[in-house]
């Protein structure tokens, strides 16, 4: 498997790793269930399920897949009705099932080298039905400062940072725009955005924002969060 097991450990630490309902998904969600009947999403690297009431609530059915099982277990805990739409697998090895009208992930399939995104990419595209869509949020931008911080896995992947946002969780892949062109080559790209924040310098000098997640390393130097979302469509060829 190529799923970290710096994740399942974080989740089942003493303080253990919390995830939260993503407001970007949401927002692609509801409009996206304008026009949704009937429909299945499955969401991949879907941790605790925190996401699952943004599909409850648009009116669509939904499963997800983690490499973790105590990631699984919380979630299950909060939403029972999820025990039986739930599944442990590392995604990035697997045959995805066929059905789902959208497949989506919010920062769960950049956390893998590049091989492993290339090849889950292409299960994505062989289980969406034509017409069908894929949402990613937060895919790591190369334009991050933390995209050069790190061990070297590959050429856009990193690994190993003892601080700062990405402490302990394994593999980290940084996509330049050109890079997620030629992934997603096979769909229609219907969004393609790069979020940026910039953090004020020093960091300590704000009383309104916790930087706890930067690296010491960044406090007397400029840093600059950055991510993509990735709207695809899967054209009938």
């Not at 989740?11 to 269930?33: A, G, R, T």
């Not at 939904?62 to 919380?74: Q, R």
Request: proline letters at 4%; one cysteine or more; a negative charge.
């Amino acid at each position: 498997m190529t799923f970290a097991p710096e994740w399942n450990a974080a989740y089942e630490s003493p303080k253990p790793l919390k995830s939260m309902q993503d407001l970007e998904l949401n927002i692609f969600i509801s409009d996206v269930s304008k026009g949704a009947q009937n429909c299945t999403a499955l969401e991949l690297g879907c941790g605790q399920c925190h996401n699952y009431p943004t599909f409850r609530d648009a009116g669509i059915a939904y499963y997800g897949i983690d490499g973790s099982a105590a990631a699984l277990c919380a979630g299950v805990q909060r939403f029972p009705a999820l025990a039986e739409k739930v599944y442990l697998a590392d995604f990035t090895a697997i045959e995805l099932p066929i059905g789902a009208q959208i497949i989506c992930d919010r920062a769960a399939i950049a956390h893998n080298d590049i091989a492993s995104i290339k090849r889950c990419v292409k299960q994505i595209y062989k289980a969406l039905p034509d017409g069908g869509i894929f949402i990613g949020i937060d895919w790591f931008s190369s334009n991050h400062s933390e995209a050069n911080r790190g061990e070297r896995v590959d050429e856009r992947t990193r690994t190993g940072y003892e601080d700062g946002q990405f402490k302990g969780i394994g593999n980290v892949n940084f996509s330049s725009q050109d890079d997620l062109l030629d992934l997603f080559r096979d769909f229609k790209i219907g969004m393609l955005r790069e979020r940026t924040r910039r953090m004020p310098v020093p960091y300590s000098a704000s009383k309104y924002m916790n930087f706890g997640y930067i690296s010491k390393y960044f406090h007397e130097r400029e840093y600059q969060a950055a991510v993509w979302d990735i709207f695809a469509i899967k054209e009938e060829k």
